[in-house]
Nanobody, 123 residues
Framework: QVQLVESGGGLVQAGGSLRLSCAAS????????MGWFRQAPGKGREYIAT????????RYADSVKGRFTISRDNAKNTVYLQMNSLKPEDTAVYYC????????????????WGQGTQVTVSS
């Protein structure tokens, strides 16, 4: 079965950086677009970034554009989220997800999800 396992979360001061990783298994990684989402306490799941199968097309939410970078390594079956200039409002559980769409910013287009990794940004 498909498994997505996130890692790299933690506690960081405002202005700092973290890199999240998401290791995928269970089906051909390079055949699927990937996305990163986040969910803060009491809020809905929020789209962050998405990347197509080959990694040459990326899209970002306005809230993270210029600060976050999504990338993938199909040889390692892994997608990454480099997060720079972190702000307290970036505090959330971060999820990676997989979709059969070419690329998507919509939660319902994703059919497999990881368990999430906590990112906490202190002021």
């Amino acid at each position: 079965q498909v498994q997505l396992v996130e890692s790299g979360g933690g506690l960081v001061q405002a202005g700092g950086s973290l890199r999240l990783s998401c290791a995928a298994s269970g089906r051909t990684f390079s055949a699927y677009a990937m996305g990163w989402f986040r969910q803060a306490p009491g809020k809905g799941r929020e789209y962050i970034a998405t990347i197509n199968r080959s990694g040459d097309i990326t899209r970002y939410a306005d809230s993270v554009k210029g600060r976050f970078t999504i990338s993938r390594d199909n040889a390692k079956n892994t997608v990454y989220l480099q997060m720079n200039s972190l702000k307290p409002e970036d505090t959330a559980v971060y999820y990676c997800a997989q979709t059969g769409r070419v690329i998507s910013a919509t939660v319902r287009d994703y059919d497999y999800w990881g368990q999430g990794t906590q990112v906490t940004v202190s002021s």
